[in-house]
């Protein structure tokens, strides 16, 4: 079977930083509470009218550039996202149609935080089967538009920021080299644990004034129990993604897990037995940028020059549903 690989990456970040400093002027927080429960320093907001298409054209045209192609040479989008620009259509007909290639398929995938690595799996399936030669694969997020800035959200307001990173997936012209397995994995019953329960077509009018009066637009998360899971399914997705191919922790240069918590991926790491300099904590820049955070990371690991041929990628993911999911990779 043919073997898929990453052949170029990318990614788009808002101009406008927003400090913790700043929050604290909208929310009772401070600086020193953020930094110590969760290591972001600062994240970045779109400017008014800019939506997760916008940043997910950027992203795809930086993708498009490190792998020498144009978008025309696209043949099917895949879009990760959990602020979607409207309910509907999907963000990824909105992408397509700046981006200009008309008729390529545009699939939305809906696995929050996990949904580049589902993303990402598709794409790899579609180029092994060979059906598809070239795939893109970009999470893309807006948060600033959708946060409640009222104390009762004040725990997850601090996480989030906005942001998008893309690849573009195909052919390896080597059987060793390119993504070596993808593992995906969901637990329904936690799916009130982390979620925004409204608009809905479960609400006769999809939303109420009373909806909007009880914050019901806004993220509800468990904390503590996300917290929990997040840290054991990441270490049992890895573990399977590794033994998946013969491989141990020791052999992983570089750790790229969701970005949810610097205390999360620490632990992760710690318990993996893989050393901190090797996991990513972009984190502490960006914040939680959802489906976009893996694809951010890795293009800034790669375009520092950090990812040389032949090393072992590992990222990891865990986010609402509960979703969550692992990828493996020789670059
Ligand atoms: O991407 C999706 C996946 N999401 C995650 O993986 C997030 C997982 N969860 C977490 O990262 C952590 O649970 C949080 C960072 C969200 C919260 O940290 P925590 O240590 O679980 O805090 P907590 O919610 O239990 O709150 C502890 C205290 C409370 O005060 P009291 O009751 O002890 O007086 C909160 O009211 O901290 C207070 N608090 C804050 N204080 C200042 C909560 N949020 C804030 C805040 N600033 N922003």
Same mark, same amino acid.
């Given at each position: $079977? /043919? ?68 978008? %025309? ?36 995938? /809906? ?38 800035? %009222? ?69 509800? $998360? ?15 997705? *890895?573990?399977?993604?590794? *033994? ?18 610097? /205390?999360?991926?620490? =632990? ?7 050393? *901190?300099?090797?996991?990513? =904590? ?32 590992? $990222? ?12 493996? $990779?020789?670059?």
């Amino acid at each position: $079977m /043919r073997r898929a690989r990453i052949l170029g990456t990318g990614s788009c970040l808002p101009q406008r930083v927003v400090t913790n400093a700043e929050l604290a002027t909208r929310l009772t927080t401070s600086d020193e509470w953020i930094q110590q429960r969760t290591g972001v320093k600062e994240r970045r907001y779109v400017d008014d009218g800019i939506g997760p298409s916008d940043l997910a054209l950027t992203a795809t045209n930086r993708a498009l550039d490190a792998a020498g192609l144009k978008a %025309s040479d696209i043949d099917f989008i895949i879009l990760a996202t959990q602020t979607a620009e409207h309910e509907f259509p999907g963000t990824a007909c909105f992408l397509q149609k700046k981006l200009g290639n008309s008729g390529v398929g545009a699939l939305d995938v /809906r696995d929050q935080c996990t949904g580049f690595l589902y993303g990402l799996s598709i794409a790899e399936a579609f180029v092994q089967l060979g059906k598809y030669k070239r795939v893109l694969v970009v999470g893309t997020e807006v948060h600033s538009t959708g946060l409640d800035f %009222s104390d009762r959200s004040r725990h997850i307001t601090v996480l989030f920021g906005d942001g998008a990173g893309a690849v573009i997936v195909g052919e390896s012209e080597s059987a060793d080299r390119g993504i070596l397995s993808t593992h995906l994995h969901a637990d329904g019953k936690f799916a009130e644990e982390l979620w925004v329960p409204a608009p809905g077509s479960i609400y006769p009018g999809r939303i109420t004034h009373k909806l909007l009066d009880e914050g019901m637009h806004y993220p509800f $998360m468990n904390g503590k129990a996300v917290f929990v899971e997040a840290v054991t399914q990441m270490i049992n997705v *890895s573990k399977e993604a590794l *033994s998946a191919n013969g491989l141990t922790p020791a052999d992983v240069t570089h750790f790229v897990p969701h970005q949810a918590n610097l /205390r999360i991926n620490e =632990s992760v790491a710690q318990r993996l037995g893989i050393p *901190s300099e090797r996991c990513d =904590s972009s984190i502490t820049r960006y914040g939680n940028c959802a489906a976009a955070s893996v694809p951010i990371a890795f293009d800034e690991r790669v375009r520092s020059g950090a990812v040389k041929e032949g090393d072992i990628v590992l $990222m990891a993911t865990f986010a609402a549903g509960f979703t969550w999911g692992a990828a493996v $990779m020789r670059w």
